[in-house]
């Protein structure tokens, strides 16, 4: 059997890997997370491939992870 997984947490992975480009509700190298209007699967394609200056994380992040940041986003809009 597999040894238990704890869930990836949104909210610590965003501040690891994004909050130096994105604020909660200021804008700083990128727009403020409440300011993205993106539907989910928009914002699951630009965290995987980027987008202009940002990096992608495809290579990074496995999908849970994306789904936990997707998730912690929606959430604080
Ligand atoms: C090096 C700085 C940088 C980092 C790190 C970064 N971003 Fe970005 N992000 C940007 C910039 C700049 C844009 C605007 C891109 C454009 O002009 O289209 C952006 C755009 C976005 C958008 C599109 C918003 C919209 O409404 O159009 C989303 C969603 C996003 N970032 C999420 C994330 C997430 C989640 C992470 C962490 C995994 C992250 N970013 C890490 C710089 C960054």
Do not use: W
């Amino acid at each position: 059997m597999p040894l238990a997984r704890a869930a990836p947490d949104g909210a610590e992975l965003f501040s690891q890997k994004c909050a130096m480009c994105h604020d909660l509700s200021k804008k700083k190298m990128g727009p403020a997370v409440k300011n993205m209007t993106v539907d989910t699967k928009t914002l699951r394609a630009i965290i995987s491939n980027g987008r202009k200056m940002m990096p992608p994380y495809a290579s990074m992040l496995d999908a849970e992870q994306i789904d936990a940041l997707v998730a912690y986003i929606k959430a604080q809009q």
